[in-house]
T-cell receptor, first 112, second 113 residues
Framework: AQKVTQAQTEISVVEKEDVTLDCVYE???????LFWYKQPPSGELVFLIR??????QNEISGRYSWNFQKSTSSFNFTITASQVVDSAVYFC?????????FGTGTRLQVFP | DVKVTQSSRYLVKRTGEKVFLECVQD?????MFWYRQDPGLGLRLIYF???????EKGDIPEGYSVSREKKERFSLILESASTNQTSMYLC????????????FGPGTRLLVL
């Protein structure tokens, strides 16, 4: 069975702090993709990153970085120097077939 | 630029009404999806479609049906709305390849009274 766990329900930080959102996944398949989406208060899910199971290189995009570790089945997301605009719910998701399996999300609140 | 639109942002209906939620994408994507989102449960797949006139049940299809008469449009139908269908409904689309990125619409917040 496939499963995604985001153990952090809510995180609060002050602007300019670094914050890491955890994501742990379960699958027996060797080929899969992992995703992160951002859902701001407006409601729309915004795609952030897609990573396949054969590429364990960490990725950095501006203030965002992702740490993929197959050994621990984790795909963690770090925001460096957080800003108020980063306040949102963040979802990690796993795709083995055409379906996306979502975690329950982590609500990040960044206070000024 | 990818674009998925949903017919309504907010909708209020009464128990027993037939409800139509419309989703349109302009990216020529083969796959389209309907999810519902509830607090603490994340997103759950209701139905999806690989092609025109094709549909597949997701994880929670009970009480819903879908229609895909044109490639760009995927409709979710609540035949007889019930209060437990009050939720946020999200539509998504993706290319036909397996495990492609899904792009989401803005969502429809449905309240059934």
């Amino acid at each position: 069975a496939q499963k995604v766990t985001q153990a952090q329900t809510e995180i609060s930080v002050v602007e300019k702090e670094d914050v890491t959102l955890d994501c742990v996944y379960e699958t027996r398949d060797t080929t899969y993709y992992l995703f992160w989406y951002k859902q701001p208060p407006s409601g729309e899910l915004v795609f952030l990153i897609r990573r396949n199971s054969f590429d364990e290189q960490n990725e950095i995009s501006g203030r965002y970085s992702w740490n993929f570790q197959k050994s621990t089945s984790s795909f963690n997301f770090t925001i460096t120097a957080s800003q108020v605009v980063d306040s949102a719910v963040y979802f990690c998701a796993l795709s083995v077939t055409d379906k996306l399996i979502f975690g329950t999300g982590t609500r990040l609140q960044v206070f000024p | 630029d990818v674009k998925v639109t949903q017919s309504s942002r907010y909708l209020v209906k009464r128990t027993g009404e037939k409800v139509f939620l419309e989703c349109v994408q302009d990216m020529d994507h083969e796959n389209m999806f309907w999810y519902r989102q509830d607090p603490g449960l994340g997103l759950r797949l209701i139905y999806f479609s690989y092609d025109v006139k094709m549909k597949e049940k997701g994880d929670i299809p009970e009480g819903y049906s879908v229609s895909r008469e044109k490639k760009e449009r995927f409709s979710l139908i609540l035949e007889s709305a019930s209060t437990n269908q009050t939720s946020m409904y999200l539509c998504a689309s993706s290319l036909g390849e397996v495990r492609e990125t899904q792009y989401f619409g803005p969502g429809t917040r449905l309240l059934v009274l």
